[in-house]
DNA sequence: ACCGGAAAGT
DNA sequence: ACTTTCCGGT
C-alpha cells in the first residue's frame, strides 16, 4: 500500500514544529464521505507546507487571509508528487486537484494573482468536522465544562482530557507526517482541535494567520481582544518564529485550552462560560494579552515572526453559528476576510513578516491586484453575488438565510441540528458584538427537540446581557 | 496561467 | 471519494 517514495523519508518524522501542536485531528484525514480513508489530501499537505518555515520560500501564506502564493509551482508539485509517489506530478496536475476543491469549497483561487489560492478554513475544518464531533469541540466541551456540563454527555474529564492530549505531556503527536497507524485507539476519529493549527492552539509561525477558528473579532486591532493569539509576536515566544528551539515543544501557552483562553475573549456567550478569573482576560498563568499587551508566553519578550497584527480584524459576525451549523460554504465566502468559522484572525501581511520576499517574483511576480483581494471572486457566488452594500458584515439578514439554507443542506448529511436563524433578533446596535450575539450556536449536541427555542431564548437574552455591557 | 470535462487509477 | 492524467478551450 506504501509506496517508498521518498515521500516517507522526506517529510516523515517532523520534528517539534510538529509534534505537538500541529497534528491534525485524525478526522481531517478521514472524510466524513470515505470512512477509512486517511491518504493525505492535498489540502492537507499545503497546509503542512504552509506551516513549515523551510517552505516558505516554495509556498507561503500571502494577502488575504487563507490566502497563500505557490512560489514554486514545480516545487510544490514535486513535493506532492514526493508525497503521494507520484512521479509524474506537476503543477499542470496539481492545479488540476486544487482546481477540484473549487467546487468542494475548500479552496478558490484568487484572481489576478498568479498562484495564489486560498483557503475557505470553514470549509476546510467543516468539511471534515462531523456535526457530533462537534459537541466535542473545545468550544463545546468548554462550554459545558464550565457550565456545569449541562449539555454534552460527554463532558467529563477524561472526555476533556481527550481533547487536549498533549497539553500536559508532550505525548505523542500525530502530525501529519506522523500519525501512526495507531490512532489514538477509540477516541481516534474524535475532534482534537487542539492540535488543530488553525483553532487557536498551536500554530508556530504562520507566516500569515490561516483566519480559522480564531478569535473572534471583536476589538479594534489596536486592542487584540484574545488572549491567545497565535499569530501575534507575543504568542509565540520563539526566538525564531520560523524554527522552534531545538527540542522544544510548544510552550504550554501554545495549547493551554485555547478555548479557553479564546473564550475569555469570545463575546458574551463564550466568555461567560469561563469562571471568573478566565473570563476576566487572564488564563492561569497565560499573562492575556487581553489589555493590549501581548506578553504572552511566560514573560517572553514579544517575537518579531509575525508582522505587526494590522488590524484588519474582520467582524466575521455570524459565523459561529454558521459554523457550527456547518453550513458557511456560501457564506464564508460572500464575507470578505471573514473566513474560517468567522473569526478572522488579525491578518498579517505576511511577506514582511518572515521576511520572505522570495522568489516568488521570479515567476513574473504576484501580481497585487487590489481588486482580487475580495474574497467575493470566488467561483462560486450563488450567494455573494447578491451581495449588496445595504447588508454590511454585520447584517444577518442574509445570513440567515443562507445559515438555514446550508442547514438544509447539512440535513441531508448529519441531521437537522440548528434552528433557522431567520428568527433572531437583528442586530439592534452598530457594534458588531451584537451581530455576533444572537447566533450564539447551541451546542450541536443538544437534542434537537431542545436546541431551537433554547438556543433562540438564550440568544435573546444573551444579546440583551450584551447590551447592557456594552451600555 | 487557468479552467473544467472526461476517464482512469487508488 | 480523491485524485491523476489528458486535454481542448479561455
Partial sequence: MDCNCVSDLLLPPVPALWTPGFAFPDWAYKPESSPGSRQIQLWHFILELLQKEEYQGVI??????GEFVIKDPDEVARLWGIRKCKPHMNYDKLSRALRYYYNKRILHKTKGKRFTYKFNFSKVVLVNYPILDM?????????????????????????????????????????LFDRGSTAPGPDGDKLRLDTFPFLGSGAPCYSKPPSLLGPYPRNPPFDYPW????????????????????????????????LQSSLSQLPHPFSSLLPPGEAAGGERGAPGQTGGTNST???????????????????GRTDIANGVTLGERERVEANPSSTGLGLSLGAVSLGAGTGQQSPTER?????????????LEITDLSDCSSDNENEHDFGIGKESS???????????????????????????????????????????SLPPSLSPSMALHDRHREAETLKMIHS
Fill in 60 to 65: 507561503a501564506w500571502q494577502g488575504d487571509y
Fill in 135 to 175: 459537541a466535542n469541540s473545545p468550544f463545546f466541551l468548554a462550554q459545558n465544562h464550565f457550565n456545569g456540563g449541562s449539555a454534552a454527555p460527554d463532558c467529563s474529564p477524561e472526555a476533556i482530557q481527550s481533547l487536549f492530549p498533549r497539553l500536559p505531556d508532550t505525548g505523542r503527536g500525530t502530525s
Fill in 227 to 258: 488572549s491567545f493569539n497565535p499569530y501575534l509576536p507575543g504568542a509565540f515566544s520563539l526566538n525564531n518564529c520560523p524554527k522552534l528551539p531545538p527540542g522544544s515543544l510548544y510552550p504550554s501557552q501554545f495549547y493551554p485550552s485555547p
Fill in 297 to 315: 508566553a511566560g514573560g517572553q519578550p514579544a517575537r518579531l515572526c509575525l508582522p505587526p497584527y494590522p488590524g484588519s480584524l474582520s467582524m
Fill in 363 to 375: 515567476r513574473g511576480g504576484v501580481k497585487q491586484d487590489p481588486e482580487s483581494d475580495s474574497d
Fill in 402 to 444: 443562507l445559515v438555514s439554507r446550508s442547514s438544509l443542506v447539512l440535513d441531508g448529511k448529519k441531521g437537522s441540528l440548528l434552528p433557522p436563524i431567520a428568527s433572531l433578533p437583528p442586530p439592534v446596535s452598530p457594534h458588531p458584538l451584537k451581530s455576533l450575539m444572537p447566533l450564539t450556536p447551541p451546542p450541536p
